[in-house]
Nanobody, 124 residues
Framework: QVQLVESGGGSVQAGGSLRLSCADS????????MGWFRQAPGKEREFVSA????????YYADSVKGRFTISRDNAKNTVTLQMNSLKPEDTAVYYC?????????????????WGQGTQVTVSS
């Protein structure tokens, strides 16, 4: 069973950094690619980044490319999102989830067992 807990959110000024973590208490973490999505008020949940099972492949939304870095530690069942040069438009609740279904990494429907999310607020 997959049980995810996100942490590391907070409030920062534009240009600042945050490091989000997602911990999986289940036993099958290394079997799945993992993704980060975000949802701002009144908007759809959107893809941010994903990482393959071994960590060798990474994927980013154009809006975060060059600023965010995703990584994973299969020994610790965690996936991390390092966010630098934050912008007010990065403000959202950030969620992680395992990719359970084949298909494009940026499609929300390919993911399940979402965590509760962690709030990121970037002020100008």
């Amino acid at each position: 069973q997959v049980q995810l807990v996100e942490s590391g959110g907070g409030s920062v000024q534009a240009g600042g950094s945050l490091r989000l973590s997602c911990a999986d208490s289940g036993r099958t973490f290394s079997a799945y690619a993992m993704g980060w999505f975000r949802q701002a008020p009144g908007k759809e949940r959107e893809f941010v980044s994903a990482i393959g099972q071994s960590g060798g492949s990474t994927y980013y939304a154009d809006s975060v490319k060059g600023r965010f870095t995703i990584s994973r530690d299969n020994a610790k069942n965690t996936v991390t999102l390092q966010m630098n040069s934050l912008k007010p438009e990065d403000t959202a609740v950030y969620y992680c989830a395992p990719k359970l279904y084949a298909g494009a990494y940026d499609q929300r429907q390919k993911y399940a067992y979402w965590g509760q999310g962690t709030q990121v607020t970037v002020s100008s």
